[in-house]
């Protein structure tokens, strides 16, 4: 599978729909199938946290592919990235959206109790609410025996993937790097950033 993802950000960023994430912790193991994503391609992407260069907080993004890059988003949230592409060159995949497949009580329990099921892990922050996903899983090999895992899931139709432009960045937000589920309740709203800048 690391050969998989070491690929184009774009590339992988389509092929991870359908694909599995799990955290097995003390008090249980929560699994979520992605069901959207988006693609920054470091250097080349304005958008992205390695545009200007490799800094300690981006370091994971630089290799190998299949590891874990885990940020804080506007001070408030912490967000979940599948590193890709060739080692030394900085490109990830965001993990916007997702359907809890196993552990909903616990992801609940993280969430609060009056959030419906779509709504548990969709948008990056509640992602990784949902599924206990903190700084402490920066850097994390996602295809060892970690407690953070990723595997294939069930293959997605073609028919189902769509395209289009990301959510909230205020550099390249036209770019066609968001993919998601047609018609899946648990995929984001979109929302051009008020910050976005003519490319």
Not at 88 to 111: C, F, K, M, P, T
Not at 171 to 191: I, N
Request: glycine fraction near 10%; hydrophobic fraction near 40%.
């Amino acid at each position: 599978m690391r050969a998989a993802l070491a690929r184009p950000a774009e590339e992988v960023a389509a092929d991870l729909l359908g694909a599995v994430l799990t955290h097995e912790t003390p008090e249980g193991t929560v699994s979520i199938t992605i069901t959207e994503t988006e693609a920054y391609s470091g250097a080349a992407d304005p958008a992205s946290h390695a545009y200007r260069g490799r800094t300690p907080r981006n370091a994971v993004m630089f290799g190998p592919a299949g590891h874990l890059y885990v940020y804080r988003s506007h001070g408030l949230h912490w967000c979940a990235n599948v590193v890709t592409g060739a080692d030394g060159i900085a490109s990830a995949v965001l993990i916007r959206a997702g359907r809890v497949i196993e552990g909903e009580d616990l992801a609940r329990e993280r969430r609060g109790d009056k959030v419906e099921s779509p709504r548990l892990a969709r948008g990056p922050g509640n992602f990784c609410q949902a599924l206990g996903i903190t700084a402490e899983h920066n850097g994390t090999d996602l295809l060892t025996d970690a407690s953070v895992a990723l595997s294939e899931g069930e293959p997605v139709p073609a028919a189902l993937v769509r395209a289009g432009p990301r959510v909230g960045v205020s550099r390249a937000h036209d770019w066609q790097h968001r993919f998601y589920l047609a018609g899946d309740p648990t995929v984001s709203a979109y929302r051009l950033s008020p910050r976005a800048k003519p490319d």
